[in-house]
């Protein structure tokens, strides 16, 4: 990267090529941190790692009566996660009988063009994890709801292992991709296999029908590719 007069130029590198963009403005994210310094955290007893208030499953800190959420404490650092944890701290204050979340289903949306959204493994993750990982996928040029929509790019991937037909992931790019992913998050949510996902009657024509597509290609039998 160098300055320029009319602001910055980039050097990029690509599959072995090299080209350069030109930008008024260089944007660095490097991270986030805590903002927890000076707050008498440590005069009230919380523990903290690095400047993140230490919690439990519960969501409660080294002093019982306190809870942390949100940013401020070791989880994907998301809104929907921060109400999650919210909800569970609250409960366990009024005595409720409370369950923890799982971090591995949390939904992760990015809110591009074309939309991006994933819940539960990775099929790399999935493998590193001991699975015996098959997948399918199916493409948004093949569902009619998406020509229709004039949106056809991307697709959806499922990833199953193969013993009992948990289903493990699923990860789409493409139209409603963030909408589309709460379908998956409930068949996670209630340890769905993927059989119980393709045999879900899907309407047509739509854009979640990609999801039983995708379903029904990673057992070995898709239908419309």
């Known amino acids: 990267m160098a300055p320029t007069e009319g602001g910055v130029s980039l050097k990029v590198e690509h599959k072995g090529e090299t080209s350069t963009l030109e930008a008024e403005v260089l ?3 490097v991270g986030r941190a805590p903002v927890s310094s000076g707050l008498g ?5 919380v523990e903290l790692d690095r400047g993140y208030v230490k919690v439990n499953d519960r969501m409660q800190t080294s002093v019982p009566h306190i809870y942390a959420i949100g940013d401020l404490v ?3 650092w998301l809104a929907h996660v921060a109400s999650s944890e919210g909800i569970l701290a609250a409960e366990h204050m009024a005595g409720q009988s409370v369950q923890p979340i799982n971090y591995d289903l949390v939904p992760s ?5 074309p939309e991006v959204a994933s819940v539960g493994l990775t099929e790399a993750e999935a493998r590193k994890r ?3 990982v098959a997948t399918g996928k199916f493409p948004f040029s093949a569902l009619a709801k998406a020509s229709i929509l004039g949106h056809t790019g991307g697709f959806v991937k499922v990833v199953r292992e ?3 037909d948990e289903l493990l992931g699923v990860h789409v790019i493409g139209p ?3 909408d589309l992913i709460a379908e998956a998050c409930v068949a996670l949510r209630i340890e769905s296999t993927t059989e119980e996902l393709f045999r879900t009657m899907h309407a047509h024509p739509t854009l979640s029908e990609s999801v039983a597509e995708a379903a029904h290609a990673a057992v070995g039998h898709p239908l419309h590719i």
Request: net charge negative; charged share 20%.
């Open 74 to 76: 070791q989880t994907p």
């Open 162 to 164: 193969t013993r009992y």
């Open 109 to 113: 949306c990015t809110y591009c063009e």
């Open 130 to 132: 001991g699975y015996d």
């Open 41 to 45: 955290y440590e005069e009230a007893g």
């Open 27 to 29: 944007l660095v994210a």
């Open 176 to 178: 409603h991709a963030t």
